[in-house]
C-alpha cells in the first residue's frame, strides 16, 4: 500500500482544513486507517483511527469534537476534517495504514505498517 497525503497550508485560529489520504493497491476497506501528527521537537502523536473494515472511529482528547476522520472506499481515500484549529495543532500530518492492527492498538504509531509522507498544517494565532 502506498499513501499520499494532501491539504495542508496555512490557516488562523478558529479556520478548517480537510486532509486527505489517497492510497494505492487493494482490498483498501480491509485497512485499519490512522493520522498522526508531529510538532518540531515532539513526539509523533496520535490523531484519528478508522478500525479495520472501517466498523470504529477513535479519537484522541485533544481533537475529539473538532477533527473528524472519514473514509471513501470507492476512492481509496481517508479524509480528516479539522475544524476550529488552535495554534497547537501545528504539526506535519502524517496517515498511515495497517491491515492487522487490533483496535486496542490503533494510536500507538509503530503498529502500522504503510506511512504517507506527511502534510504540513500550520495554524496562526
Known amino acids: 500500500v502506498q499513501l499520499q497525503a494532501s491539504g495542508g497550508g496555512l490557516v488562523q485560529a478558529g479556520d478548517s482544513l480537510r486532509l486527505s489520504c489517497a492510497a494505492s493497491?487493494?482490498?483498501?476497506?480491509?485497512?485499519?486507517m490512522g493520522w498522526f501528527r508531529q510538532a518540531p521537537g515532539k513526539d509523533r502523536e496520535f490523531v484519528a483511527a478508522?478500525?479495520?473494515?472501517?466498523?470504529?472511529?477513535f479519537y484522541a482528547d485533544s481533537v475529539k469534537g473538532r477533527f473528524t476522520i472519514s473514509r471513501d472506499n470507492a476512492k481509496n481515500t481517508v479524509y480528516l476534517q479539522m475544524n476550529s484549529l488552535k495554534p497547537e495543532d501545528t504539526a506535519v500530518y502524517y496517515c498511515?495504514?495497517?491491515?492487522?492492527?487490533?483496535?486496542?492498538?490503533?494510536?500507538?504509531?509503530?503498529?502500522?505498517?504503510?506511512w504517507g509522507q506527511g502534510t504540513q498544517v500550520t495554524v496562526s494565532s
Open positions: 478508522f478500525s479495520r473494515g472501517g466498523s470504529g472511529r
Open positions: 498511515a495504514a495497517d491491515r492487522h492492527i487490533i483496535n486496542s492498538a490503533l494510536s500507538y504509531s509503530a503498529q502500522y505498517d504503510y
Open positions: 493497491g487493494r482490498s483498501f476497506s480491509t485497512y485499519a
